[in-house]
């Protein structure tokens, strides 16, 4: 890129020379004008100083003078014989022929090559239409690489796309996702921030992720507030273009006035508004273009489509691991359960005839039955965890006991055992569930604090009785740690009326 332009520049300065000498000119000069405004953007000159450059301002506008007309109309101009200039515009300048040609691409004037000669009647129609000439290779040498630019740039926003969908899919969190857009769209934009706006649940919008050169925290989290004129138009997917979003009145978030042009595209695809991207750039920033704004409109709905397919593989890979977990659960319920179930009844079977002239193997017995009672309801604990969606809060009661002691497990370097007795989730319902919850974290975290804990037992009966035989709940907490005093740790037991 930075190549091309250098040769572009070379070319140009080269075509000025040339025409320069060819038509024996005192002076020669390509000017490159704003389509907007028409302001000179660029200026090569032959034969001038920097003294004569500024003598000749009135001939280099764009909006006015020789420039202008040249604009205007579109053709060349010849002048023979320039009046004096008067006294009150300056210094009087030696130029009395003119000649000019607009250098125009297609239907667009972007400047114009002019010669100039202190002698009137200095050139001919010879030098006109060597001019003419001279402006068209101008003219295909600066289309040539607006066309290179255009390429490039495209090239450059496709790359980005391809790239935004490759990172996407390997399997990034939402927040890294939207972030991971935004950063690419910021950078091929060359904005000062992008940032992806979500709908709220009051009707308005807000920043869910940011990328700047900056701390990106005083954007993320800002609003645009229920009733905002552009939020019509954001909500219902349209595209949003802003030359300046610190005085435009559609703009009302705070951070505005940090900002210039911007853009604001919509993230949707088959009819879903995921969000909206927003690439603004600083106050006094350059315009976008149009071409700037249809390879980010491109971009946008290519990452929209990306996001889509990113969320679908997260739940294909969801669905997976649930599916791999219903399997491990059956079969540790179809095979492991049954057969411990069935071990458990021989060896209860075995200890009831008569053993009492082997009162240490009845007692063996009788040990080995309830270390399988207790396996059986360690592994319908681990057959009900593996049910569990492990991204989302579980419904049940049972489900939010694993969850407290499943959080704790991380803190304290091992799993709690934990066991249920009875039909804990029809039984235990709010507010009773909470309250034994909150006691639950508070023994889990008093245990963390102890000295050599290593093992922590849990235990939920909701089988218990009231001593006035009422039905109740029942929480033991019991853990192998000791005290200061070197104690034991006293056990934790809890109990309410259901």
Same mark, same amino acid.
């Given at each position: *890129?930075?190549?091309?332009?250098?040769?572009?520049?070379?070319?140009?300065q080269h075509?000025?020379?040339?025409?320069?000498?060819?038509?024996?000119?005192r002076?020669?000069?390509l000017?490159?004008?704003?389509?907007?405004?028409?302001?000179?953007?660029?200026?090569?000159?032959?034969?001038m100083?920097?003294?004569?450059?500024?003598?000749?301002?009135?001939?280099?506008?764009?909006?006015?003078?020789?420039?202008?007309?040249?604009?205007?109309?579109?053709q060349?101009?010849?002048?023979d014989?320039l009046?004096?200039?008067?006294?009150?515009?300056?210094?009087?300048?030696?130029?009395r022929?003119?000649?000019?040609a607009?250098?125009?691409?297609?239907?667009d004037v972007?400047?114009?090559?002019c010669?100039?000669?202190?002698?009137p009647?200095?050139f001919s129609?010879?030098?006109?239409?060597?001019?003419?000439l001279?402006?068209?290779?101008?003219?295909?040498?600066?289309?040539?690489a607006?066309?290179y630019?255009a390429?490039?740039?495209?090239?450059?926003?496709?790359?980005?796309?391809?790239?935004?969908?490759r990172?996407?899919?390997t399997?990034?969190?939402t927040?890294d996702?939207?972030?991971?857009v935004?950063?690419?769209?910021?950078?091929?934009?060359?904005?000062a921030?992008?940032v992806?706006l979500?709908?709220?649940?009051?009707?308005?919008?807000?920043?869910?992720?940011a990328s700047?050169?900056?701390?990106?925290?005083?954007?993320?989290?800002?609003?645009?507030?229920?009733?905002?004129?552009?939020?019509?138009?954001l909500?219902?997917?349209?595209?949003v273009?802003?030359?300046d979003?610190?005085?435009?009145?559609?703009?009302?978030?705070?951070v505005?006035?940090?900002?210039?042009?911007?853009m604001?595209?919509?993230?949707?695809?088959?009819?879903?508004l995921?969000?909206t991207?927003?690439?603004?750039?600083?106050?006094?920033?350059?315009?976008?273009?149009?071409m700037?704004?249809?390879?980010?409109?491109?971009?946008?709905s290519?990452?929209?489509?990306?996001?889509v *397919?990113?969320?679908?593989q997260?739940?294909?890979?969801q669905?997976?691991?649930?599916?791999?977990?219903?399997?491990?659960?059956?079969?540790?319920?179809?095979?492991?359960?049954?057969?411990?179930?069935?071990t458990? *009844?021989?060896?209860?079977?075995?200890r009831?005839?008569?053993?009492?002239?082997?009162?240490?193997?009845?007692?063996?017995?009788?040990?080995?039955?309830?270390?399988?009672?207790?396996t059986?309801?360690?592994?319908?604990?681990a057959?009900f965890?593996?049910q569990?969606?492990p991204?989302?809060?579980?419904?049940?009661?049972r489900?939010?006991v694993l969850r407290?002691?499943?959080?704790?497990?991380?803190?304290?370097?091992?799993?709690?055992?934990?066991?249920?007795a009875?039909?804990?989730?029809?039984?235990?319902?709010?507010?009773?569930a909470?309250r034994l919850?909150d006691?639950?974290?508070g023994?889990?975290?008093?245990?963390?604090?102890r000295?050599?804990?290593?093992?922590?037992?849990?235990?939920?009966?909701?089988t218990?009785r009231?001593?006035?035989?009422r039905a109740?709940?029942?929480?033991v907490?019991a853990?192998?740690g000791?005290?200061?005093?070197?104690?034991?740790?006293?056990?934790?037991?809890?109990?309410?009326?259901?």
């Amino acid at each position: *890129m930075a190549e091309t332009g250098l040769d572009l520049r070379t070319t140009l300065q080269h075509i000025v020379d040339t025409a320069t000498a060819l038509a024996g000119a005192r002076h020669g000069a390509l000017a490159l004008l704003d389509r907007e405004d028409r302001h000179v953007t660029d200026l090569f000159t032959s034969g001038m100083t920097d003294a004569e450059r500024l003598a000749a301002g009135p001939l280099l506008d764009g909006r006015t003078g020789f420039l202008g007309v040249l604009v205007d109309d579109a053709q060349a101009v010849r002048v023979d014989d320039l009046p004096p200039r008067p006294a009150s515009d300056g210094p009087p300048h030696p130029v009395r022929s003119f000649l000019g040609a607009p250098v125009r691409v297609r239907s667009d004037v972007l400047g114009s090559l002019c010669l100039t000669a202190e002698e009137p009647g200095r050139f001919s129609d010879t030098d006109l239409a060597l001019l003419r000439l001279l402006a068209s290779q101008a003219a295909a040498a600066i289309g040539g690489a607006h066309l290179y630019r255009a390429a490039r740039q495209r090239e450059r926003w496709i790359e980005g796309a391809a790239a935004v969908t490759r990172a996407l899919l390997t399997g990034a969190g939402t927040t890294d996702a939207l972030t991971t857009v935004a950063e690419r769209a910021r950078v091929l934009a060359g904005a000062a921030a992008g940032v992806i706006l979500q709908p709220t649940d009051d009707g308005g919008m807000e920043i869910v992720a940011a990328s700047t050169l900056d701390d990106p925290a005083g954007l993320v989290g800002t609003a645009i507030a229920p009733g905002s004129p552009v939020l019509v138009q954001l909500l219902s997917g349209e595209e949003v273009f802003i030359d300046d979003s610190a005085t435009d009145p559609r703009m009302t978030t705070p951070v505005r006035s940090r900002f210039g042009p911007s853009m604001m595209l919509p993230l949707q695809s088959g009819g879903r508004l995921i969000g909206t991207l927003a690439l603004p750039r600083r106050r006094g920033g350059l315009p976008y273009t149009d071409m700037d704004r249809l390879l980010a409109s491109q971009f946008a709905s290519q990452a929209a489509l990306a996001l889509v *397919m990113a969320d679908a593989q997260h739940y294909r890979e969801q669905l997976a691991v649930y599916e791999d977990r219903d399997r491990i659960a059956r079969d540790l319920h179809d095979l492991v359960v049954q057969r411990l179930f069935a071990t458990e *009844m021989m060896l209860e079977s075995t200890r009831r005839k008569d053993l009492e002239g082997d009162a240490e193997t009845a007692e063996l017995l009788t040990r080995a039955v309830d270390e399988l009672d207790s396996t059986i309801q360690e592994v319908r604990t681990a057959i009900f965890a593996l049910q569990q969606p492990p991204a989302e809060a579980p419904a049940t009661f049972r489900g939010r006991v694993l969850r407290e002691t499943g959080g704790a497990a991380a803190v304290l370097g091992f799993q709690p055992s934990v066991h249920f007795a009875g039909a804990v989730d029809t039984l235990v319902v709010e507010p009773v569930a909470g309250r034994l919850l909150d006691v639950l974290r508070g023994a889990l975290a008093t245990a963390h604090r102890r000295a050599a804990v290593s093992a922590i037992e849990v235990e939920v009966d909701a089988t218990a009785r009231q001593p006035d035989g009422r039905a109740a709940v029942r929480l033991v907490v019991a853990d192998d740690g000791r005290g200061e005093d070197g104690a034991r740790s006293p056990t934790v037991i809890w109990q309410v009326p259901l």
